[in-house]
């Protein structure tokens, strides 16, 4: 998949594609429908599939310091969208001066000069322009003006209510992963480097791989059953395991972090790349009044996690 960041020097290859336009927080079964649709009319033309994103997040523009909101880090929405087949992603420094410019200089300027696109799709609460002042029909009656082609794909709904990043959030928060992967098409993930630790777990007979959570929506502190995926270095490949979300309030007061045990492995981790799915919620984070008490309990829920994930 090609990554295109400078809209300023767009390679002619990685003009003319059918984008879909969006943040895709997640990439959940709605942003797939909407990739979906701009992969048929993709291959109608002949053109690359496309996604056009921003990055950073608007939000972290316009909120610094807020409460941390995102579902993934830019690297593992890249790496879900290329999996989904994503020919060319389009990711669009996010700055106040892209903010400001209104709806149809951003038709014109960006999807239609900068960037050459042949068709768009985007659902149909899509806002965009200076004061998200544009709409799904404005974007339409540019794409008639300038000569690209607009399909608005309708949201989707799963069971009850609709598929929204908002809704993933509020599942993860409230400890029912399978309902956010049911949102999502896919288990919610936490990816990143692994990181040095506070090592105690060797100490306590539990080895455990470290993730970082900042600027991640929490999901509910807790212990969790999971299937993690070693993506680089001599260790490469799937393992089940169980991992603790939380600040680790046994030992002081910590930082938050995702601290996971691999089942049936040996070996170093410390700076290859980790994905940790997380597949069932076990129990909430608690502060033991000693170690023995820790590991009795870091036991009972090693056994409780590979039952449930042999039957996963």
Known sequence: MRIVRDIAHVDPAARGASAAIGNFDGVHLGHRAVIDTARAAARAAFAPLGVMTFEPHPREVFNPGGTPFRLMNAEARAHRLEKLGVEVLYELPFTRA???????????????????????????????????????????????ALGFGVT???LLSVGPGRVSSTAIREALSEGRPRDAAAMLGHWHRIDGPVIQGDQRGRLLGYPTANLSI??????????????????????????????????????????????????????????????????????PEERFDGVEALIAQMDADCLRARDILAHA
């Open 98 to 144: 892209l903010s400001d410019l209104e709806p149809e200089a951003f038709s014109r300027r960006i999807l239609h000069e900068a960037l050459g696109l042949a068709h768009v799709v985007v659902g149909t609460d899509f806002c965009f322009g200076k004061a998200r002042a544009g709409t799904a029909a404005d974007l339409t009656r540019h794409g008639d």
């Open 214 to 283: 900042e600027g991640l929506h929490p999901p509910k502190f807790g212990v969790y059953a999971v299937k993690a995926d070693v993506l680089s270095g001599p260790h490469k490949g799937s393992y089940d395991g169980a991992a603790s979300i939380g600040v680790r309030p046994t030992f002081g007061v910590n930082s938050a972090n995702c601290e996971t045990f691999l089942f049936d492995f040996a070996g170093d981790l410390y700076g290859t790349h980790l994905s940790v799915a997380l597949v069932e919620f076990l129990r």
């Open 152 to 154: 608005v794909a309708p």
